[in-house]
Nanobody
Framework: QVQLVESGGGLVQAGGSLRLSCAAS????????MNWYRQGPGKQREWAAG???????TYAGSVKGRFTISRDDAKNTVYLQMNSLKPEDTAVYYC????????WGQGTQVTVSS
């Protein structure tokens, strides 16, 4: 089992920045990749960014160039640095770990005001 706890969400004005954190615990050796997903109001959950154990990163087109995913293996934590935020980035952001299972955190709310 893997447990994921997100933090760092909040209210920010358009153009601002936030950094989300996802702390992993449990059977972290079994994790193959970490992802951030988001679900805006009235929308389906969508994938935003991913990172592999060797640090390879990928991004959805809607966040590429503005968001940066990174990892600190010493802290068992994955980050999502979000810059140049837009109102359409408003969503609950979820951390996801893929390994022997598919694990999710509880989510953290990000609200971007115009």
């Amino acid at each position: 089992q893997v447990q994921l706890v997100e933090s760092g969400g909040g209210l920010v004005q358009a153009g601002g920045s936030l950094r989300l954190s996802c702390a992993a615990s449990g059977s972290i050796f079994s994790i193959n990749a970490m992802n951030w997903y988001r679900q805006g109001p009235g929308k389906q959950r969508e994938w935003a960014a991913g990172i592999t154990p060797d640090g390879f990163t990928t991004y959805a087109g809607s966040v590429k160039g503005r968001f940066t995913i990174s990892r600190d293996d010493a802290k068992n934590t994955v980050y999502l640095q979000m810059n140049s935020l837009k109102p359409e980035d408003t969503a609950v952001y979820y951390c996801n770990a893929l390994g022997r299972g598919d694990y999710w955190g509880q989510g953290t709310q990000v609200t971007v005001s115009s």
